[in-house]
């Protein structure tokens, strides 16, 4: 049986129970907020392995809450779940953006809410742990794999989960072109439901993140991305 610590935040009394109960049945340890700041505060004075959050909420939206949370070095690796109501490919892309690292849209079933909460913590576990030495050097850039860290030119760059683990994926193969159905399978799973635009906002910005490093990802029209290959480079 599981044993993961996971936070709700949902507004809806009723959402809230069968989340709650179908988490629980699976042996989920769960903790409630009916409210954004209720939620926030939560988030932040206790250690979760995963966050359920809604983002239509009274006090403080969702994609607020995301944002604060996925800024701050104490929950940025924490992996956020949205629920919403909302099925607009808009509000899908702008979560993804700010860090959340899957999403769930109402109504759904209780077979989809527990397959995608064990498929992200399945990933987040997945994870090198501290102890692996694992190094990518690329120019400017170094990507500790164990540590979770990446840096240019010795300064610490902050990514998301999701962004950690495309650069991750990119860069161990430089030269080798990804589709964008590529990258989610390698990085999401088969299951996650995704659109091509969504997968374009974590190269822009890991592009952004990443500064002058950020050319050595590169688009190829028509099929997706690579990565930059130091030995194929012609000198400036």
């Known amino acids: 049986m599981a044993e993961e610590a996971i936070l709700v935040i949902e507004d809806d009394r009723d959402i809230r129970e069968l989340i709650r109960y179908n988490l629980v049945r699976e042996g989920y340890r769960v903790s409630e907020a009916s ?31 995301c944002k604060s949370l996925k800024s701050d070095p ?36 209780p077979r989809l809410l527990i397959a995608r909460v064990r498929a992200v913590l399945r990933r987040r576990q997945a994870l090198p742990g501290p102890g692996s030495q694992d190094v990518i050097r690329i120019g400017e850039l170094e990507i500790h794999i164990g540590r979770h860290e990446v840096r240019v030119d010795q300064t610490p760059v902050e990514l998301t989960l ?48 990443l500064g002058s490093s950020g050319k050595l990802i590169e688009t190829v029209r028509g099929v997706g991305y690579r990565f930059a290959d130091p030995a194929n480079s012609v000198p400036e």
């Not at 209720?38 to 939206?61: E, H, K, T």
């Not at 590529?182 to 906002?201: A, L």
């Open 35 to 65: 409210d954004g700041p209720d939620g926030l505060a939560m988030a932040r004075s206790a250690a979760f392995d995963l966050i359920l959050l809604d983002l239509m909420l009274p006090g403080m939206s969702g994609l607020d809450i």
């Open 74 to 109: 104490k929950t940025a690796g924490v992996p956020v779940v949205m629920v919403t109501a909302k099925g607009e490919e808009s509000d899908i892309v702008i979560g993804l953006e700010l860090g959340a690292d899957d999403y769930i849209v109402k109504p759904f079933s």
């Open 162 to 209: 999701t962004e950690f683990q495309i650069l991750r994926l990119l860069a161990s193969k430089p030269g080798w072109v990804f589709t964008r159905y590529q990258i989610v399978d390698n990085v999401k799973g088969d299951d996650y439901p995704v659109t091509d635009r969504s997968v374009d906002v974590q190269i822009v910005g890991l592009r952004k993140k």
